[in-house]
Protein backbone atom coordinates (compact mmCIF):
# COMPACT_ATOMS: atom_id res chain seq x y z
CA UNK A 1 0.00 0.00 0.00
CA UNK A 2 1.06 3.30 -0.74
CA UNK A 3 1.79 6.13 1.97
CA UNK A 4 -1.60 7.84 1.43
CA UNK A 5 -3.71 4.65 0.99
CA UNK A 6 -6.48 3.66 3.00
CA UNK A 7 -7.60 0.45 3.92
CA UNK A 8 -10.90 0.23 2.54
CA UNK A 9 -11.45 -3.82 2.72
CA UNK A 10 -10.49 -3.86 6.25
CA UNK A 11 -13.35 -1.03 7.09
CA UNK A 12 -15.83 -3.42 5.06
CA UNK A 13 -14.45 -6.26 7.78
CA UNK A 14 -14.90 -3.96 10.64
CA UNK A 15 -18.54 -2.95 9.38
CA UNK A 16 -19.49 -6.68 9.05
CA UNK A 17 -18.51 -7.57 12.48
CA UNK A 18 -21.40 -4.79 13.40
CA UNK A 19 -24.01 -6.36 11.44
CA UNK A 20 -26.82 -8.41 12.49
CA UNK A 21 -26.81 -11.56 10.54
CA UNK A 22 -30.98 -11.39 9.66
CA UNK A 23 -30.56 -7.86 8.46
CA UNK A 24 -32.46 -7.20 5.26
CA UNK A 25 -30.27 -6.57 2.11
CA UNK A 26 -31.88 -2.94 2.02
CA UNK A 27 -31.38 -2.42 5.73
CA UNK A 28 -27.53 -3.73 5.07
CA UNK A 29 -26.90 -1.42 2.45
CA UNK A 30 -28.20 2.01 4.01
CA UNK A 31 -26.24 0.92 7.47
CA UNK A 32 -22.98 0.41 5.43
CA UNK A 33 -23.70 3.99 3.24
CA UNK A 34 -24.12 5.54 6.97
CA UNK A 35 -20.76 3.88 8.23
CA UNK A 36 -19.01 5.24 5.25
CA UNK A 37 -20.60 8.80 5.61
CA UNK A 38 -19.65 9.01 9.30
CA UNK A 39 -16.05 7.05 9.17
CA UNK A 40 -14.28 8.01 5.67
CA UNK A 41 -13.60 12.00 6.07
CA UNK A 42 -12.08 11.44 9.08
CA UNK A 43 -9.45 9.31 7.59
CA UNK A 44 -8.96 11.01 4.58
CA UNK A 45 -8.64 14.24 6.19
CA UNK A 46 -5.80 12.59 8.10
CA UNK A 47 -4.22 11.45 5.02
CA UNK A 48 -4.38 14.79 3.43
CA UNK A 49 -2.58 16.73 6.77
CA UNK A 50 -0.02 14.21 5.40
CA UNK A 51 0.72 15.66 2.10
CA UNK A 52 2.31 19.10 0.99
CA UNK A 53 0.70 21.52 2.60
CA UNK A 54 0.37 25.21 3.04
CA UNK A 55 -2.32 26.43 6.16
CA UNK A 56 -5.11 24.25 6.14
CA UNK A 57 -8.58 24.66 7.02
CA UNK A 58 -11.17 21.93 5.69
CA UNK A 59 -14.60 22.66 5.31
CA UNK A 60 -17.62 19.91 4.32
CA UNK A 61 -19.66 21.40 1.23
CA UNK A 62 -22.62 19.92 -0.66
CA UNK A 63 -23.42 20.28 -4.43
CA UNK A 64 -25.16 18.65 -6.72
CA UNK A 65 -25.76 15.67 -4.16
CA UNK A 66 -22.36 15.08 -3.35
CA UNK A 67 -20.15 15.93 -0.35
CA UNK A 68 -16.94 17.50 -1.02
CA UNK A 69 -13.72 18.39 1.87
CA UNK A 70 -12.54 21.34 0.23
CA UNK A 71 -8.93 23.02 2.08
CA UNK A 72 -9.86 26.89 2.23
CA UNK A 73 -6.40 27.20 2.86
CA UNK A 74 -5.11 26.08 -0.40
CA UNK A 75 -7.83 26.12 -2.24
CA UNK A 76 -8.21 22.62 -3.15
CA UNK A 77 -10.18 19.11 -2.76
CA UNK A 78 -9.49 16.80 -0.05
CA UNK A 79 -12.28 14.25 -1.24
CA UNK A 80 -15.51 14.01 -3.05
CA UNK A 81 -17.96 11.34 -2.41
CA UNK A 82 -21.34 10.58 -2.11
CA UNK A 83 -24.08 8.05 -3.52
CA UNK A 84 -24.24 7.88 -7.46
CA UNK A 85 -27.50 8.48 -9.74
CA UNK A 86 -28.42 8.63 -13.24
CA UNK A 87 -28.22 12.24 -14.87
CA UNK A 88 -29.61 11.79 -18.43
CA UNK A 89 -29.20 16.10 -19.17
CA UNK A 90 -26.32 17.46 -21.23
CA UNK A 91 -23.40 19.09 -20.33
CA UNK A 92 -23.54 22.73 -20.15
CA UNK A 93 -20.48 23.29 -22.41
CA UNK A 94 -20.46 26.99 -22.19
CA UNK A 95 -19.95 26.71 -18.55
CA UNK A 96 -17.71 24.24 -19.03
CA UNK A 97 -15.27 26.20 -21.87
CA UNK A 98 -15.29 29.01 -18.92
CA UNK A 99 -13.20 26.84 -16.76
CA UNK A 100 -9.74 28.23 -16.08
CA UNK A 101 -10.31 29.48 -19.88
CA UNK A 102 -8.04 32.17 -21.74
CA UNK A 103 -8.64 35.74 -20.84
CA UNK A 104 -8.66 38.29 -23.57
CA UNK A 105 -9.63 41.34 -21.84
CA UNK A 106 -7.02 43.92 -21.32
CA UNK A 107 -8.47 45.35 -18.42
CA UNK A 108 -8.54 41.83 -16.33
CA UNK A 109 -5.36 41.09 -17.34
CA UNK A 110 -4.14 44.56 -15.74
CA UNK A 111 -6.11 43.76 -12.26
CA UNK A 112 -4.35 40.41 -12.12
CA UNK A 113 -1.06 42.14 -12.56
CA UNK A 114 -1.83 44.91 -10.40
CA UNK A 115 -2.48 42.38 -7.67
CA UNK A 116 1.28 40.61 -7.94
CA UNK A 117 3.98 40.81 -5.46
CA UNK A 118 6.65 41.28 -7.95
CA UNK A 119 7.18 42.46 -11.34
CA UNK A 120 8.29 39.32 -12.34
CA UNK A 121 4.92 37.41 -10.82
CA UNK A 122 2.75 39.85 -12.51
CA UNK A 123 4.67 39.42 -15.74
CA UNK A 124 3.82 35.75 -15.48
CA UNK A 125 0.12 36.11 -14.41
CA UNK A 126 -0.37 37.94 -17.65
CA UNK A 127 0.94 35.43 -19.13
CA UNK A 128 -0.74 32.02 -17.72
CA UNK A 129 -3.82 33.80 -17.84
CA UNK A 130 -3.68 34.41 -21.84
CA UNK A 131 -2.91 31.15 -22.75
CA UNK A 132 -6.03 28.81 -23.44
CA UNK A 133 -6.52 25.89 -19.86
CA UNK A 134 -4.46 23.08 -21.87
CA UNK A 135 -1.57 25.26 -22.96
CA UNK A 136 -1.63 26.71 -18.99
CA UNK A 137 -1.20 23.13 -17.93
CA UNK A 138 0.91 22.15 -20.64
CA UNK A 139 3.51 24.90 -20.31
CA UNK A 140 3.90 24.33 -16.18
CA UNK A 141 3.46 20.50 -15.87
CA UNK A 142 4.36 19.20 -19.40
CA UNK A 143 1.68 17.18 -20.02
CA UNK A 144 -1.85 17.02 -21.44
CA UNK A 145 -4.93 17.83 -18.99
CA UNK A 146 -8.97 17.95 -19.64
CA UNK A 147 -11.53 19.73 -17.50
CA UNK A 148 -11.82 16.14 -15.60
CA UNK A 149 -14.64 15.84 -12.96
CA UNK A 150 -14.50 14.18 -9.44
CA UNK A 151 -17.59 12.67 -10.02
CA UNK A 152 -18.88 12.47 -13.68
CA UNK A 153 -21.43 14.66 -15.27
CA UNK A 154 -23.60 11.40 -16.08
CA UNK A 155 -23.25 9.64 -12.23
CA UNK A 156 -24.47 12.98 -11.15
CA UNK A 157 -21.90 15.41 -11.00
CA UNK A 158 -21.73 19.12 -11.25
CA UNK A 159 -19.22 21.53 -12.23
CA UNK A 160 -17.37 24.26 -10.89
CA UNK A 161 -15.63 23.03 -7.47
CA UNK A 162 -16.57 19.02 -9.36
CA UNK A 163 -13.86 20.36 -11.86
CA UNK A 164 -10.27 19.81 -11.68
CA UNK A 165 -7.29 19.32 -13.98
CA UNK A 166 -7.01 15.68 -15.15
CA UNK A 167 -4.46 13.66 -17.50
CA UNK A 168 -6.30 13.49 -20.74
CA UNK A 169 -5.10 9.88 -21.65
CA UNK A 170 -6.87 8.63 -18.28
CA UNK A 171 -9.98 11.29 -18.18
CA UNK A 172 -10.91 10.28 -21.96
CA UNK A 173 -9.58 6.32 -21.58
CA UNK A 174 -7.05 6.07 -24.08
CA UNK A 175 -4.72 4.28 -22.08
CA UNK A 176 -5.35 0.99 -20.11
CA UNK A 177 -5.47 3.09 -16.62
CA UNK A 178 -8.05 5.37 -18.66
CA UNK A 179 -10.18 2.59 -19.46
CA UNK A 180 -10.11 1.35 -16.17
CA UNK A 181 -11.28 4.44 -14.72
CA UNK A 182 -14.04 5.05 -17.35
CA UNK A 183 -15.35 1.79 -16.84
CA UNK A 184 -15.89 2.70 -13.14
CA UNK A 185 -17.37 5.59 -14.21
CA UNK A 186 -20.23 3.31 -16.29
CA UNK A 187 -20.49 1.01 -13.10
CA UNK A 188 -21.74 4.23 -10.67
CA UNK A 189 -23.91 5.32 -13.49
CA UNK A 190 -25.39 1.60 -13.91
CA UNK A 191 -26.05 1.27 -10.59
CA UNK A 192 -27.28 4.48 -9.11
CA UNK A 193 -27.73 3.76 -5.55
CA UNK A 194 -23.70 2.85 -4.86
CA UNK A 195 -21.57 4.69 -2.57
CA UNK A 196 -18.61 5.86 -4.74
CA UNK A 197 -15.54 8.78 -3.74
CA UNK A 198 -12.61 10.55 -6.01
CA UNK A 199 -9.61 11.47 -3.65
CA UNK A 200 -6.84 13.34 -5.16
CA UNK A 201 -3.39 12.72 -3.12
CA UNK A 202 -0.84 15.59 -4.04
CA UNK A 203 2.61 15.61 -3.89
CA UNK A 204 3.20 19.18 -4.00
CA UNK A 205 1.17 22.53 -2.84
CA UNK A 206 -0.60 23.37 -6.02
CA UNK A 207 -4.19 22.11 -6.81
CA UNK A 208 -3.16 19.84 -9.47
CA UNK A 209 -3.29 16.03 -8.17
CA UNK A 210 -0.24 13.18 -8.64
CA UNK A 211 -2.89 10.46 -8.32
CA UNK A 212 -6.61 10.09 -8.08
CA UNK A 213 -7.74 8.08 -5.61
CA UNK A 214 -11.42 6.30 -6.64
CA UNK A 215 -13.72 3.86 -5.55
CA UNK A 216 -17.07 2.34 -6.01
CA UNK A 217 -18.28 0.30 -3.14
CA UNK A 218 -20.79 -1.86 -3.78
CA UNK A 219 -20.69 -3.36 -0.15
CA UNK A 220 -18.72 -3.99 2.89
CA UNK A 221 -17.35 -7.53 0.81
CA UNK A 222 -17.64 -6.00 -2.84
CA UNK A 223 -15.49 -3.11 -3.58
CA UNK A 224 -13.61 -1.85 -6.22
CA UNK A 225 -11.27 0.70 -5.64
CA UNK A 226 -8.15 2.18 -7.86
CA UNK A 227 -4.87 4.52 -7.61
CA UNK A 228 -4.82 6.19 -11.26
CA UNK A 229 -1.76 8.44 -12.07
CA UNK A 230 -2.19 12.06 -12.86
CA UNK A 231 0.99 13.57 -13.76
Keep these: MGKHSIGYQSLGSEFLKTLSPNSAQEERRNAFVAFLF ?8 DSYLGMPNGRVDIVQVT ?11 SDRIVAAFGVSRYNP ?5 SRMSGFLGKESSERKLD ?18 AGLSFRDQF ?13 MSHRQGGGLDINLFPQRADVNQGRSTEGRTYRAMERACVANPGTFCFSRPIYDDQTWVPAELDYGVLYGPDNMNVRIFPNK
Design 89 to 93: AKRDA
Design 38 to 45: EILPDLWC
Design 138 to 150: FETHGDRYDRGHF
Design 111 to 128: ELADKAPSPETARRRRHL
Design 63 to 73: DDGYEFLFDLG
